[in-house]
C-alpha cells in the first residue's frame, strides 16, 4: 500500500507480516521455488536392475518414484504405477525383467531455483506426478504431488 493511501487515524495494531518461506526464493520477485519444497536426496536405481528391486526400494522407503540411473547419468524415471503396468503384460518375470523395460526415458527435469509456479503448472498441465531436479548433471531432488500438497498446505497457511 503506498503510503498516500495511509491515513494517521489507523489503529496502532498492526497485522504481522507474513512469515517468510524458508530456503530460497527466486530472482523473480521472492517468488518460492521447487527446491524449498522437493524431497531431497532421492533414491535412484540402476536401468539395469530387475523391477523386484524396484520395488523393494520403493517399499523400504515409502516413495514411489525413483531416477533411473546409468553410469551416473540421468537416463529416465520410473513409478510404481509403471512397474505395475509392466508386470501385467504376458509373460514379464519381475526378478528377470530389467527397469529400463518400465521406465520412461522422457523425465520432466527442472533446475533447483525454478519458480514453484512454473513447476507445478507444467505438472498440471502434462499430468505427470514427478519432477527430477537436478543441480548440473547431479539429481538433488524431486518433487511430486505430494511435495506440491505439502507446498500448497504450507502457503496457504502462510508459513
Keep these: 500500500m503506498s503510503s498516500s493511501r495511509r491515513t494517521a487515524k489507523k489503529p496502532a495494531t498492526k497485522r504481522p507480516a507474513p512469515a517468510p518461506v524458508a530456503g530460497k526464493a527466486s530472482k523473480a520477485k521472492g517468488k518460492p521455488v521447487v527446491s ?14 530387475t523391477l523386484d528391486a524396484a520395488h523393494e526400494i520403493m517399499r ?17 524415471i520410473v513409478s510404481q504405477r509403471d512397474l505395475y ?18 521406465m520412461s526415458p522422457e523425465a520432466y527435469c527442472v533446475s533447483s531455483d525454478t519458480p514453484l509456479q512454473e513447476v507445478v503448472g507444467t505438472m498440471t498441465r502434462r499430468k505427470i506426478g514427478c519432477t527430477i ?3 548440473g548433471r547431479d539429481v538433488v531432488g524431486l518433487f511430486t504431488t505430494t511435495d506440491a500438497m505439502r507446498a500448497l498446505d504450507r502457503l496457504l497457511r502462510g508459513s
Design 133 to 135: 531436479v537436478t543441480r
Design 36 to 49: 524449498e519444497f522437493m524431497s531431497k536426496a532421492p533414491h535412484s536405481i540402476g536401468r539395469d536392475q
Design 85 to 102: 503396468l509392466i508386470e501385467t503384460l504376458r509373460d514379464v518375470d519381475p526378478a528377470a525383467t530389467l527397469v529400463e523395460e518400465a
Design 60 to 76: 523400504r522407503h515409502l516413495i514411489r518414484h525413483l531416477p533411473v540411473l546409468e553410469g551416473g547419468n540421468l537416463v529416465g
